[in-house]
């Protein structure tokens, strides 16, 4: 089956340790993004990516990093410069272009302790 | 104007309840929209695409006034099942770039 994979589902983390959230995807998709979701809130842009090698910042890139080695994925790097970074990661995926829809992961949950 | 911003809700109205959301966007060049729900602790699903003035599905209906920048979602004959966050999607003024709202909370009740 086509689909998005995030992993894992629930992350706990020690403040001062970096972390790195997967997204996986086997669509084919070109684009691939990544959300952060606050309690309720909205989904803020954190990077976004149209093609391999290649992504740009979102809203709230400052404290995260990410790489795009291979079409299939795009991990998420939550550093310790992150402040806050207690929330719920999504990863999505889309067919290049702004016209088409964004198929999401499940969601990572990441916690510090 | 923000690029997407929705009515901050949250909404409740009983089962059988006619109930429209809007959202405004910015970005006039938009050429597309999307509606998503999503359920508590869920990730979003699309519900709806908009493309040129409107769409409908069953109880749901989405329309888009360009000239004043919103999109409306309708949802008619409430369902309990209906009960969730809705978020509109736009895209932003950076290609590739989609932007959402802060999503409007519905629940609906006996």
């Known amino acids: 089956d086509g689909g998005i994979t995030q992993s894992p589902k629930y992350l706990f983390r020690k403040e001062g340790q970096n972390v790195t959230l997967s997204c996986e995807q086997n669509l084919n998709h070109d684009a691939m993004y990544w959300y952060r979701q606050d309690p309720g809130q909205g989904l803020r842009l954190i990077y976004y990516s149209q093609i391999v090698n290649d992504f740009q910042k979102g809203d709230i890139a400052e404290g995260y990093s990410v790489s795009r080695e291979k079409k299939e994925s795009f991990p998420l790097t939550v550093t310790s410069a992150q402040k806050n970074p207690t929330a719920f990661y999504l990863c999505?995926?889309?067919?290049?272009?702004?016209?088409?829809?964004?198929?999401f992961g499940q969601g990572t949950r990441l916690t510090v302790v | 104007r923000k690029e997407v911003e929705q009515d901050p809700g949250p909404f409740n109205v009983p089962e059988g309840a006619t109930v429209a959301f809007n959202c405004t966007y910015s970005?006039?060049?938009?050429?597309?929209f999307f509606w998503y729900r999503q359920d508590c602790r869920k990730e979003p699903k699309l519900l709806m695409s908009v493309y040129s003035s409107g769409n409908e599905d069953g109880r749901f209906t989405a329309q888009l006034n360009r000239a004043s920048q919103y999109i409306s979602l309708l949802i008619r004959d409430s369902k309990l099942s209906d009960s969730a966050t809705y978020l509109c999607v736009v895209p932003g003024t950076s290609y590739g770039k989609l932007t959402f709202g802060q999503g409007t909370i519905l629940t609906v009740h006996p």
């Open positions: 970005n006039s060049a938009s050429q597309s």
């Open positions: 999505a995926s889309s067919i290049q272009g702004e016209n088409t829809e964004a198929f």
